[in-house]
């Protein structure tokens, strides 16, 4: 695995080092060791899967408070999403600062969402799935999220969202400082 880092402190992009060979290729996709040794948490306790139909579908931007705050591993492994992250931190340099990816079935690249940040993403094809390791299992009294269209962080989103939530859609604007 490589890590790269973003404009957002302790938000990383992993990729993978396939090895290839005959019959296709081998890589880790996380390794507690490496996590670690780069001051990650790595912790894992939930993996979740989220299929989505449409092309178009949003789903964010959510995050988790204390006593549950996590930290959240997240990988396309069918279809193509634009992946984002915004920084929730108040005492962070780039506090309500937001980051993308396009992560593909294809490009197998991951994104580290540490704690304080706020997760979403717009599918960019039909039958795009997304696979999540957690650092903490789900809590629904330490949920949040912040509205994906919120003018506090001026998300460029790059299609049309077709599909979203009542909840996604309805969260209230961001508090400003």
């Known amino acids: 695995m490589t890590f790269h880092e973003t404009k957002i402190a302790g938000v990383l992009e992993i990729r993978l080092e396939p090895k290839h060979d005959e019959r296709g290729f081998f890589a880790r996709g ?12 790595p912790k894992l306790v939930q993996c979740n899967i989220s299929f989505n139909t449409r092309k178009g579908t949003l789903r964010g931007m959510h995050y988790q408070v204390a006593p549950y705050p996590e930290t959240k591993l997240v990988r396309c492994t069918r279809g193509a999403i634009y992946d984002v992250v915004v920084d929730l931190r108040p005492k962070s340099r780039t506090y309500k600062s937001w980051i993308s990816a396009v992560l593909t079935a294809e490009n197998r690249s991951a994104i580290y969402v540490p704690e304080g940040c706020a997760h979403g993403f717009l599918t960019l094809e039909d039958q795009s799935e997304v696979f999540y390791q957690m650092s903490e299992v789900y809590n629904a009294e330490s949920a949040r999220g912040v509205r994906w269209d919120d003018p506090a962080f001026k998300i460029a989103w790059p299609a049309r969202v077709e599909v979203i939530s009542e909840r996604d859609r309805t969260y209230p604007n961001f508090l400003k400082d």
């Open 30 to 41: 996380w390794c507690q060791k490496e996590f670690e040794s780069r001051g990650l948490n």
